[in-house]
């Protein structure tokens, strides 16, 4: 029996898996050349071989930790057991190059690939690095054609007017921005049947409701505010804010969220853009092996079931 089988299963884990927080197991070449920022006059904490660990470099493993792993060896010994591991970690380090494989093809060969992807990367950031502009009529723009996002975030309580023709509803939209009651007002000319016997009380909103046009102009309006004449296949409706609050979602942290998902999508357009003018200046010939690929162009859609008899 060797020495390796007499260390429980368990231990053996959770010491792969400090190893792996190191940068050490599951990239190999990576971990081999796993450098940390050259610092002057660090003080040494530790000489392995004669190779000192010193303190910039401690603390840069440290930083390059996961929260959950940093709490891990928290609970575990701390960075006195941190420490531990990372000499663990350059005595298996010295093995390897001892062994010469850190100069073996497999690994030159990943080492370039993981070259590759940091340079991709920062190509990427170059490339949309310049500051991208959200003006705020684009972005209300945006709130606008996802109001129904943002109606799911709030508690909304509506009225609305429906009348038939474009004249009567400017001119109940007149009355009302002279003093008029909406709840009489919409009693006496709706035809919205189901509302108008509540004064138009739509009651708590859902988007949808009345439709998107309807869902949009809410977005706009503040509490007591009406809008201007909407039309739509029912008529042309008047719609009356009479409340907005938080809903389970924040209305807030809606809006930021969609903010954040324009500014991506303008950023991958603006990727889009510039990889679209390297491939115009560039001279791309498909050799005739590139068939093996070229013609592949996925599965073809499944046929619809035959209808049943």
Same mark, same amino acid.
């Given at each position: ?22 940068? /050490? ?5 990576? #971990? ?8 002057? $006059? ?22 390059? /930790? ?26 298996? /380090? ?83 921005? $002279? ?31 009345? #439709? ?38 924040? =209305?807030?942290?809606?809006? $930021? ?46 046929? =619809?079931?035959?209808?049943? =008899?």
């Amino acid at each position: 029996m060797t020495q390796a089988s007499t260390v429980p299963s368990s231990a053996f884990r959770s010491w792969m898996i400090a190893l792996a927080c190191l940068g /050490l197991t599951g990239s190999l070449g990576a #971990g081999l050349a796993g450098c940390s920022p050259a610092t002057e $006059e660090s003080p040494v904490l530790v000489v392995v071989n004669g190779k000192p660990v010193t303190q910039s470099e401690f603390e840069f493993r440290w930083a390059e /930790l996961s929260p959950a792993a940093q709490a891990r060896y928290k609970s575990e010994g701390g960075k006195r057991k941190f420490l531990d591991d990372l000499i663990s970690r350059e005595l298996l /380090l010295q093995a390897a190059r001892k062994e010469g494989l850190d100069q073996s093809p497999s690994v030159r060969e990943r080492l370039e690939r993981v070259k590759e992807q940091l340079a991709l990367e920062e190509l990427m950031r170059a490339a949309i690095r310049a500051q991208i502009d959200l003006p705020k009529e684009e972005l209300d723009a945006y709130y606008t054609a996802h109001s129904a996002e943002l109606l799911a975030a709030e508690q909304i309580r509506a009225a609305q007017i429906v009348v038939p023709t474009a004249a009567q509803a400017k001119d109940l939209k007149r009355q009302l921005d $002279e003093g008029g009651d909406f709840a009489k007002l919409a009693q006496r000319f709706s035809s919205d049947q189901a509302t108008k016997s509540r004064g138009g009380d739509l009651g708590p909103y859902r988007r949808g409701v009345v #439709g998107p046009k309807i869902d949009a102009v809410l977005m706009t309006l503040k509490p007591g505010m009406v809008s201007e004449p909407v039309e739509t296949r029912a008529g042309f409706h008047l719609v009356k804010l009479l409340s907005r609050e938080s809903g389970d979602a924040s =209305p807030l942290a809606a809006r $930021e969220r969609l903010q954040q998902e324009l500014y991506a999508e303008k950023q991958r357009k603006r990727f889009e853009e510039y990889l679209s003018a390297l491939r115009s200046t560039a001279t791309i010939r498909m050799a005739d092996a590139s068939r093996v690929v070229t013609e592949d162009t996925g599965l073809p859609p499944a046929a =619809p079931p035959a209808p049943a =008899p």
